[in-house]
C-alpha cells in the first residue's frame, strides 16, 4: 500500500516538479555566484543559501499538495481507510521530500563535475551541510502539507510562500544570532580552513526531525497530543543551539588548514584544500617577493584562514584566495589583483598620535603607493600619489629603492611616527 501512495503522489505532478525546480534553479543560482568553485564544502554551503529562493516555493506547493484531497472532497473517504491517518500523511511527505532530495543530488552533481577535475581535497564535512539542507526543506515541505490540510483558504499557498521568504530572509540582518543555525537557508559565514561540527550538525538535525515530525502528527486524527511535545522537544533543542555563538557551528579543519608549499624559494604556500592553485598562485606572487629584496618575510607567501585576525608581516605575506579560483580550477581569475594585494600587505597600520590625521594620511597613502610602485615596478594612479613620491622614487637608484623599502618596513613594524613622517619628507620633496 505504501507503494500505490507514492505512485499516486507522484502521479500529481507536484513531486516531479519540485525536483526540476530545484535542479534547473539552484543549478542556474550556482554558475550566477561561483564563489563555491574548487571546494566541495563550498558548494554546499552555497546550495544551502539557495534555500532563501527555493524554500517559498518548496512550501507553496506543498500547502498546495497537503489542501488537494479538501478540495476534491476526499477527507471524510480517507478517514475510513485502516491506515492510520499519520502513515498516509508520513508516506505522502516522504514522496515529495524524496523528489526535493534527488534535485539537490542532481544540482550538487552537477557543481560536483567541475569541482572534481581538478580539485584534490574532498574532506571539509561536505555532506554534513548537505543532510542539513535536505532536513530543512523536509520541514519546510511537513509545514506546507499541514498549512494545506489544516487552512480552508485559498490564498494560503501564496500567503506561506511570502511568509517563508521574509521568515528566511529578515534574520539575515542579525548576523550576531545563534538562531540562524535552525534556518533552512541558514546564515552562518564559512571560510576556509573551517568545516561544520558533528555536535552542532547532529542538533540541528534533531530540531529539523522534531519539527517534521511535530508537523505530520497535527495532520493526523487527535494528533495534537502528539505534536504539543514533540513541539516543545523541538522549541527545548532550538533553545539550545540558539544561544550558542554565532561560531558555533563551524570548527577548524586541521586538514583543509594544512600547508601546502613549493619545495624552492621564495616560498608560497597555500593550503591544502587549495593544493591544485599552488603553481598559478605561485607565478602571481613571487615577482612580488621578488621586488622586496632582502625585506622579503623569511617564510614568503601563506594563504592564511580570513579569520586569522592577527598575522606577523615579518614572517609571512599573508595571501587569501576568496573569489579567486576558476570555475575550471586551473587558474586565477584576478592573479594582478592577488599580485597588488600581496604587494601593498606590509602597509604601515598604525593610527595617529595626534589630531593631524589629515596629514599623516596623506603621508601615509603616499609611502604605501611608492613601496607598492617599487615591489611591483609598476607606475601606480598618480593621481592619488599627489606628493610625488614615485616620481622620485622611479628616478632613484636600485640600491636607494631597496632602502627606501627598508626604512618603510621598520617605521611601520614600530609605529615610529617620526620616521614615518620624515621619510614622507625625504621622497615627497
Known amino acids: 500500500m505504501t507503494r500505490r501512495v507514492w505512485v499516486a503522489e507522484l502521479r500529481r505532478h507536484v513531486g516531479w516538479f519540485l525536483l526540476a525546480v530545484w535542479s534547473v534553479v539552484c543549478s542556474l543560482l550556482l554558475f550566477a555566484h561561483q564563489e563555491w568553485a574548487g571546494e566541495l564544502l563550498s558548494l554546499a554551503v552555497e546550495q544551502r543559501v539557495d534555500v532563501i529562493v527555493l524554500g517559498p516555493i518548496a512550501i507553496t506547493l506543498a500547502v498546495w499538495a497537503g489542501g488537494r484531497d479538501r478540495r476534491r472532497g476526499l477527507v471524510e473517504l480517507l478517514a475510513t481507510m485502516p491506515a492510520p491517518s499519520w502513515w498516509r500523511h508520513a508516506v505522502r511527505w516522504s514522496a515529495l521530500a524524496a523528489m526535493l532530495c534527488a534535485g539537490i543530488m542532481v544540482s550538487t552533481a552537477l557543481g560536483a563535475f567541475f569541482v572534481l577535475g581538478h580539485t584534490t581535497y574532498l574532506g571539509g564535512r561536505w555532506w554534513a551541510v548537505l543532510l542539513i539542507v535536505g532536513a530543512g526543506l523536509g520541514a519546510l515541505v511537513a509545514l506546507g502539507l499541514a498549512i494545506g490540510a489544516l487552512v480552508p483558504w485559498r490564498v494560503a499557498a501564496p500567503v506561506a510562500g511570502l511568509a517563508t521568504y521574509v521568515g528566511l530572509g529578515v534574520p539575515g540582518y542579525f548576523p550576531d544570532s545563534g538562531f540562524q543555525s535552525l534556518l533552512p537557508n541558514g546564515y552562518e559565514s564559512l571560510f576556509v580552513g573551517q568545516q561544520p561540527g558533528l555536535a552542532p550538525g547532529a542538533v540541528t538535525l534533531v530540531f529539523f526531525g522534531l519539527v517534521t515530525v511535530a508537523f505530520i502528527a497535527l495532520m493526523s486524527r487527535g494528533g495534537y497530543r502528539v505534536a504539543l511535545p514533540v513541539a516543545l522537544a523541538a522549541l527545548g533543542v532550538?533553545?539550545?543551539?540558539?544561544?550558542?555563538?554565532?561560531?558555533?557551528?563551524?570548527?577548524?579543519?586541521?586538514?583543509?588548514?594544512?600547508?601546502?608549499?613549493?619545495?624552492?624559494?621564495?616560498?608560497?604556500?597555500?593550503?591544502?584544500?587549495?593544493?591544485?592553485?599552488?603553481?598559478?598562485?605561485?607565478?602571481?606572487?613571487?615577482?612580488?617577493?621578488?621586488?622586496?629584496?632582502?625585506?622579503?618575510?623569511?617564510?614568503?607567501?601563506?594563504?592564511?584562514?580570513?579569520?586569522?585576525?592577527?598575522?606577523?608581516?615579518?614572517?609571512?605575506?599573508?595571501?587569501?584566495?576568496?573569489?579567486?579560483?576558476?570555475?575550471?580550477?586551473?587558474?586565477?581569475?584576478?592573479?594582478?589583483?592577488?599580485?597588488?594585494?600581496?604587494?601593498?600587505?606590509?602597509?604601515?597600520?598604525?593610527?595617529?598620535?595626534?589630531?593631524?590625521?589629515?596629514?599623516?594620511?596623506?603621508?601615509?597613502?603616499?609611502?604605501?603607493?611608492?613601496?607598492?610602485?617599487?615591489v611591483l615596478?609598476?607606475?601606480?594612479?598618480?593621481?592619488?600619489?599627489?606628493?610625488?613620491?614615485?616620481?622620485?622614487?622611479?628616478?632613484?637608484?636600485?640600491?636607494?629603492?631597496?632602502?627606501?623599502?627598508?626604512?618603510?618596513?621598520?617605521?611601520?613594524r614600530s609605529c615610529d611616527w617620526s620616521a614615518i613622517r620624515a621619510l614622507y619628507e625625504q621622497w615627497a620633496g
Open 377 to 412: 615596478q609598476a607606475s601606480p594612479d598618480l593621481a592619488r600619489l599627489d606628493a610625488g613620491v614615485w616620481r622620485n622614487l622611479r628616478t632613484a637608484a636600485p640600491a636607494d629603492q631597496q632602502e627606501f623599502l627598508r626604512e618603510y618596513a621598520a617605521a611601520g
Open 238 to 374: 532550538g533553545l539550545v543551539a540558539g544561544f550558542q555563538p554565532p561560531t558555533w557551528w563551524w570548527r577548524p579543519d586541521p586538514v583543509g588548514a594544512r600547508s601546502v608549499c613549493t619545495a624552492d624559494l621564495p616560498r608560497v604556500c597555500v593550503m591544502r584544500t587549495h593544493a591544485d592553485l599552488l603553481p598559478a598562485v605561485t607565478r602571481a606572487v613571487r615577482p612580488v617577493l621578488s621586488g622586496m629584496g632582502d625585506v622579503a618575510p623569511s617564510e614568503g607567501a601563506q594563504e592564511i584562514p580570513i579569520t586569522q585576525a592577527r598575522f606577523d608581516v615579518e614572517r609571512i605575506i599573508p595571501l587569501t584566495l576568496y573569489g579567486q579560483v576558476a570555475l575550471t580550477g586551473d587558474h586565477l581569475l584576478r592573479p594582478a589583483q592577488l599580485r597588488q594585494e600581496a604587494a601593498s600587505s606590509p602597509a604601515i597600520r598604525c593610527e595617529p598620535p595626534d589630531n593631524e590625521a589629515d596629514r599623516d594620511y596623506t603621508s601615509i597613502t603616499a609611502l604605501e603607493l611608492g613601496w607598492t610602485a617599487v
